[in-house]
């Protein structure tokens, strides 16, 4: 049984930074593109971040790219989300996800993800 567990979001001021943090367990976590979604309110799930399963490639949303960076350990069975220079508009809840196929390519479609944590919110204020 997969188990996605998120941490590391909270309340923060416009231009500061967060690391989320998602702890898998339940699959041989270096098999998996992990990647990272947000969902703010009234708005569609979107996709934010990927990283292949060798952590070797990575993948971001026009909307965060030069301000996250995302990474994982394959030994710790964690992915992270640094996150810079935050804006209002990240207000959402952030979920780390990781998809159903082993050693697939990275991929920006939620469906292509079979397991999701429970989520961490993140609020920017101005």
């Known amino acids: 049984q997969v188990q996605l567990v998120e941490s590391g979001g909270g309340l923060v001021q416009a231009g500061g930074s967060l690391r989320l943090s998602c702890v898998a367990s339940g699959r041989t976590f270096s098999r998996y593109v992990m990647g990272w979604f947000r969902q703010a309110p009234g708005k569609e799930r979107e996709f934010v971040a990927a990283?292949?399963?060798?952590?070797?490639?990575?993948y971001y949303a026009d909307s965060v790219k030069g301000r996250f960076t995302i990474s994982r350990d394959n030994g710790k069975k964690t992915v992270y989300l640094q996150m810079n220079s935050l804006k209002p508009e990240d207000t959402a809840v952030y979920y780390c996800?990781?998809?159903?196929?082993?050693?697939?390519?990275?991929?920006?479609?939620?469906?292509?993800?079979?397991?999701w944590g429970q989520g961490t919110q993140v609020t920017v204020s101005s």
């Open positions: 990283i292949s399963w060798s952590g070797g490639r990575t």
């Open positions: 996800a990781e998809e159903s196929v082993a050693y697939s390519g990275a991929s920006s479609i939620a469906d292509e993800y079979g397991y």
